[in-house]
């Protein structure tokens, strides 16, 4: 089956999201590095079908401080490696974050933090499977597809929406 795409808007600009097989294959952000070339995604799809609607109405929940994890299809390629970091990264705790070397680590290949970063780079669904929760060794802000402006948001955002939560229980 051929992907499609549509675009939606979010407080970090335009995302594009691919869907191939019914899951959800891509979201890409407006100027990401690694961005693949647009006649890869397909044919414009309907933003009511699936997987798009409920990818754009958890999206829209995630951006309101509402969802904290997305369940959803996701139907990513990759190699095996590439394949367990994206899954390592789905269960970094929302607001937290990570390092390369501990995910490295967590990994099983302590002296792979380099192979995890460009792993982390690669990853074709970004915010949802959660690459912006990895930083640098020192805590700094490291890397980013979408560029590092749109990963502190994104941060800031987990953190402050995580810290208003912990203050009303």
């Known amino acids: 089956m051929q992907p499609t795409h549509v675009v939606i808007e979010s407080p970090v600009g335009s995302l594009t999201l691919v869907a ?25 799809g309907d933003p009511d079908s699936e997987p798009f609607a409920t990818v754009a109405a958890q999206l829209t929940a995630y951006f309101a401080g509402e969802l904290t994890d997305f369940d959803l299809p996701l139907n990513l390629n990759g190699t ?24 490295a680590v967590e990994l099983g290949k302590p002296s792979a933090s ?30 980013y597809g979408g560029g590092l402006d749109r990963k502190r948001y994104l941060l800031d955002f987990e953190r402050k929406t995580r810290s208003t939560e912990d203050a009303l229980f």
Do not use: K
């Open 20 to 44: 191939s097989d019914g899951a959800l294959s891509g979201l890409y952000m407006d100027m990401q590095r690694h961005r693949p070339p647009e006649e890869t995604f397909g044919l414009p």
């Open 80 to 103: 095996p490696f590439q394949q367990s970091v994206w899954a390592a990264l789905q269960e970094i705790p929302y607001g937290e974050t990570v390092t390369y070397g501990e995910l």
């Open 114 to 143: 380099r192979a995890v970063g460009l792993a982390n780079g690669r990853n074709p669904v970004g915010v949802i499977v959660p690459c912006h929760r990895v930083v640098g060794s020192t805590g700094s802000l490291t890397g």
